[in-house]
């Protein structure tokens, strides 16, 4: 039986560069976002597992002998092969939760979510844990931010802490603890399990942000993470503008079989860029030079016209733009563009007072704005003690 109180946490993450061009072939570096999803677990009452989503609304509680022998009639042969999510399986989690066919409310794919990753690894590597679990988030959902995936990294990890698959590796008296790299790619595989129960065909990429932290190379793929790269100030901005990822890319695809000797040395250079980029983030810890800034900003330049030239632009991020620019700071928008969200690099010698100027002008603008980081740690294990003021407070109110 689980008898600790602790907390696990993941980043987001955000798409430094190589939007589009990925889905062709090229690179694309995505880095984690010092933005974190947190989950609380504690014991619970013997023969009940509770979940508290408030950011979505859930709050649940079931008996667990009542979830045995639900996985029991629903998993099927080779339950013990980590078999991804089957439709059947998903359908009858669906119906026990009372959670309508097709159903994609974000509390509805978050719970749905829940299940299969709880009753599969529990199943696996124990039995159904009598444990009280609470998810509190600082990303915004639906922005493209890995949300799910940080969502996904904390349940993954806290349920195989709690059924013996992996270690409790934090002693008494730290305040924060990893995993081993074997029980890091553990937790990302199942991560990826519950980012298919939300996402249905994802990449990986977002969970295994989530779960190594920093930065990661994908190409094609195969993902790589890249060794000791810096911890960079940005500025996050959400334009609020909703917009749909599969109608950009379409769009993208048109204009490329339209234009093919214009449009493809563009995603050349967003492939040079991404890979020049690669190579200045893992220079910069050997020598911490500031020369490396202005480097890096006129990679977001570049970047931000080649991604209007492919028709991904937004009068939002074109304003965000001007307004980082008229503070002397230099942005790009990050994920699939027409609206979402943009980052603004903030170089050690950027003033508070330009930092708070930007800000205020962009809120000014209707947008939400957030200062943090990027090249974050991945997941994390925490005392409780240890936790912010306000995610503590967060907790709490939950």
């Known amino acids: 039986m689980w008898a600790r109180d602790v907390a696990v946490s993941a980043p987001g993450k955000v798409i430094l560069h190589g939007e589009h061009a990925v889905v062709l072939g090229k690179v694309a570096l995505a880095v984690a976002l010092d933005l974190r999803t947190f989950l609380r677990l504690r014991p619970g009452a013997e ?61 509805s794919l978050a719970t749905l979510a829940f299940l299969y990753m709880c009753l599969a690894i529990s199943a696996k590597y124990g039995d159904v844990p009598s444990v009280d679990i609470l998810v509190w988030s600082e990303l915004p959902t639906g922005a493209g931010l890995g949300s799910s995936a940080a969502y996904a990294v904390c349940l993954a ?37 519950g980012e298919r129960v939300i996402h249905g065909n994802p990449s990986g990429v977002d969970n295994a942000v989530g779960t190594w932290g920093g930065a990661l190379r994908y190409q094609a793929g195969k993902i790589t993470p890249l060794k000791r ?20 890319v379409a769009g993208v695809k048109e204009k490329i079989l339209k234009f093919p000797a214009i ?93 708070e100027a930007a800000k205020q002008d962009l809120c000014a603008c209707g947008f939400e704005c957030w200062e943090t980081k990027i090249g974050a740690p991945g997941v994390t294990l925490h005392s409780c003690s240890s936790l912010s ?8 109110q939950s």
Not at 73 to 92: F, N, S
Not at 160 to 171: R, W
Not at 229 to 248: A, F, G
């Open 263 to 355: 449009m493809n040395p563009v995603l050349d250079s967003i492939d040079a860029i991404s890979q020049e980029c690669q190579s200045v983030l893992e220079a910069m810890p050997a020598n911490p030079s500031p020369e490396h800034y202005p480097v890096l900003e006129e990679f977001f330049d570049i970047n931000q016209h080649h991604l209007n030239v492919l028709g991904v632009g937004h009068p939002s991020l074109d304003k965000l733009c001007q307004v980082t620019a008229s503070h002397s700071l230099h942005s790009k928008l990050t994920g699939a563009g027409g609206g979402g969200c943009g980052i603004t690099l903030l170089p050690p010698d950027t003033s508070p007072l330009a930092v």
């Open 157 to 193: 990890a806290a349920l195989l802490m709690v059924c013996g698959a992996i270690s409790c590796p934090l002693q008494e008296g730290e305040s924060t603890a990893r995993w081993t790299e074997e029980e890091l790619t553990l937790i990302n595989s199942w991560a990826f399990r």
């Open 229 to 248: 790269v810096p911890t960079l100030r940005i500025l996050l901005t959400n334009t609020k503008v909703p917009r749909s990822t599969k109608v950009l």
């Open 389 to 396: 003021a306000q995610v503590l407070h967060a907790l709490a």
């Open 47 to 107: 023969g009940r597992l509770s979940v508290s989503l408030p950011g979505v609304g859930v709050r649940r509680s079931w008996d667990t002998p009542g979830l045995r022998a639900l996985w029991g009639r629903i998993a099927g042969k080779g339950r013990g092969e980590q078999p991804l999510p089957r439709r059947k399986q998903l359908d009858a989690l669906r119906e026990f939760a009372g959670i309508a066919a097709g159903a994609s409310a974000p509390e």
